[in-house]
Structure formats: C-alpha cells, structure tokens
C-alpha cells in the first residue's frame, strides 16, 4: 500500500508520465503538482479510513512504474483504476497488476464486486480488464468520450 516516503517517487511518475496519460484520460492539472504533498495526505487518510486502496507498482531501483488503486470502498465493491508508466506499457504488467488487485480485493478487502470504466479510445485497457474477467455492463460518457462500464463479480 501507498506510504507517505511513498510521495517523491510518486509525484516523479505523474510527472513524467503526465503527458502520456493525458492522452486517454483527463489530464490532473498544474494544481495537483503544486498541491502534491496535501493530496497525497489525503490518499493516505482515506486509505487509513478503509474508504480506498492505493498499491504502486515499483522497479527495483525504487521508481514508481504503475499505480493500482481501489476506489469508493462499499457495500462489498470498489472502483478500480491503473497507470502504467509509459515506458513498461505493452508489457503484461497492467494485466498482472489487476489480476494481483482482483486477488487482494477478494481475499485482504473482502470485496466481492469490482467496478472499471474505460473509454472506447483506449483498447488496451479495455483488453487487461477483459483478460481480467471484467464483463461489459453498460455504455456511459466518461469525461466527455463514449466509454464502456464493466463489473468483475469475485465470487
């Protein structure tokens, strides 16, 4: 899980990466990285509060390579999320990120329903959520694009 010593090698990540996200998801915005340490203390409140999960994904020089996150905690459910940095993408590690997710939510969490939404301009998620047993439920808009929403029931 995510630790405050956590912070430099994260804020590192978003920012190289930034770009590179920003092209299939909405950009965070210039106060995220000016207001870093505050939000990053808030991540680890709500986790502390059982209210979400945020596990990273580490080379073994330290750096941040991925982010797996669970989000909205309740009733047994809990939104998923993933980053990948660039320059490990289109490696398998998004798809055994969540497959190792699917597993502590189950088993750590005791979650019995996972939630992703992913939009029709990023395949390649849409493909590691699938290999992952996520079933399409549903078609919404997700920060103005068409996208698709999926549950992974885990029992």
């Keep these: 899980m995510v630790r405050l010593d ?10 190289e990466n ?4 920003a092209a299939v998801i909405p950009d965070r915005g210039d106060e995220f990285f000016t207001e870093f340490d ?4 808030q991540l680890l409140a709500r986790q502390a509060a059982g209210t979400d999960y ?3 994904l580490m080379a073994e020089d330290g750096e941040v390579v991925g982010r797996v ?3 909205e905690v309740a009733g047994g459910s809990a939104e998923l999320g993933y980053r990948i940095a660039q320059k490990v993408a289109g490696q398998g590690l998004a798809t055994a990120a969540v497959r190792k ?3 502590l939510a189950a088993t750590e969490y005791g979650l019995t329903r996972l939630r992703a939404r992913v939009t029709l301009d990023n395949p390649a998620s849409r493909k590691v959520l699938e290999h992952n047993g996520f079933v399409a439920v549903g078609e919404l808009t997700l920060n103005g694009k068409p996208a698709i929403s999926y549950i992974c029931e885990l029992r």
């Excluded at 956590?6 to 920012?15: C, D, G, K, S, V």
């Excluded at 505050?38 to 203390?41: D, K, T, V, Y």
């Design 6 to 15: 956590h912070a430099p090698a994260l804020l590192a990540f978003e920012r």
């Design 18 to 21: 930034r770009a590179y996200f």
């Design 38 to 41: 505050m939000r990053h203390a």
């Design 54 to 56: 945020f596990h990273l």
């Design 69 to 71: 996150n669970l989000a």
């Design 101 to 103: 997710m699917r597993e």
